[in-house]
């Protein structure tokens, strides 16, 4: 095997294989040509994207060399400890000394991480609030006590002091927080329906989540009401969490056979229950570029008032659009 080429240092490793290195795993070998670079620091750097062979992007750190082949390892440059400060608007509802209240748009990324540094809710409530939050919970999640996945749009409550941010994760914790979702699913549910399953990491895809059984898992419990229901395809409701594990919904929902419309990590093929709607509605529902899902309702007591706090927000234009086309008689 060739000695590894660095091309622009330290941006980029080239290594091509022969005969005696010819089986191995990728990142084993990578981390004994590569100076500098241990095999974990390879291994995020695979699965993140940034090795390629033949144009190919390989994410398998286990991914056994031939020989003949040529690999690019890509080195991207350092990120900064700490979030920067970036000025974009905050759809805020309510702001005082200790918190911000806001209804997160979907496709907003709540904290930095790979492939999402900057243009995050983080680096927006920095520019915002100022080295004020900086400390406050953390250098990376600075005044965040939840958090709501990327593109799902609703309400977020951020601590801006220490005494907020000790108070509402402890509120979070004991589960003293009143959260209401809505939500469209595959099929038709029941008036009432009670989730109760562990969830933990999928053993077979490491992005997913995954009802689980044993002691690998985390109580989860989500209750869900049917607010209204189109043609027996597709179920509006409404789920009220009494913990908060990741994707929780999204899980539940689908482990029960009723996925969430335009769910890109739950929902593996069309439903049968697409053939329940109408031409318009079926097309609208499967088209749908997102999981259907909004943070409605959202209710704490103010860490240093006392007051019981409440907010509502209705879905944003897209959910309100799939609705209407659900409801078309078209």
């Excluded at 977020?156 to 589960?175: E, W």
Aim: proline share 8%; hydrophobic share 35%.
């Amino acid at each position: 095997m060739t000695e590894p080429t660095l091309l622009t240092p330290p941006d980029a490793y080239t290594v091509t294989i022969d005969e005696a290195k010819a089986g191995q795993r990728i990142d084993r070998l990578l981390a004994d040509q590569c100076d500098g670079l241990s095999r974990s620091r390879i291994k995020s750097l695979i699965e993140a994207g940034h090795l390629s062979s033949g144009g190919e992007v390989l994410r398998d750190p286990s991914h056994a060399t031939r020989v003949g082949q040529t690999f690019h390892l890509h080195i991207p440059p350092a990120t900064p400890a700490r979030p920067e400060a970036e000025h974009h608007a905050l759809p805020i509802l309510f702001e005082d000394r200790d918190l911000i209240v806001l209804d997160k748009p979907a496709g907003l990324v709540v904290h930095p991480a790979p492939g999402n540094e900057s243009g995050t809710l983080v680096n927006a409530l920095l520019g915002h609030c100022g080295e004020d939050l900086e400390g406050i919970g953390g250098e990376k999640r600075p005044g965040i006590v939840h958090r709501l996945d990327k593109d799902t749009s609703g309400l977020m409550v951020v601590a801006k002091t220490p005494l907020a941010h000790n108070a509402l994760s402890d509120a979070f914790a004991r589960r003293d927080i009143d959260r209401a979702y809505l939500a469209l699913a595959w099929g038709l549910l029941p008036p009432e329906s009670r989730f109760d399953g562990a969830i933990g990491r999928d053993k077979r895809d490491r992005k997913r989540m995954a009802v689980v059984t044993g002691t690998t898992g985390k109580p989860a419990l989500t209750h869900v009401k049917l607010l209204e229901t189109f043609q027996t395809g597709v179920s509006y409701i409404q789920c009220r969490l009494a913990t908060g594990r990741t994707h929780q919904i999204r899980v539940h929902l689908a482990h029960a056979g009723h996925p969430l419309l335009g769910d890109p990590i739950y929902l593996r093929r069309i439903p049968a229950a697409a053939r329940q709607l109408a031409p318009d509605a079926r097309r609208a529902a499967l088209d749908f570029p997102r999981q259907a899902l909004h943070a409605t309702r959202l209710g704490f007591i103010h860490p240093r008032s006392g007051e019981r706090m409440s907010f509502e927000t209705p879905p944003p234009d897209d959910f309100r659009t799939l609705l209407d086309a659900l409801r078309s008689k078209g």
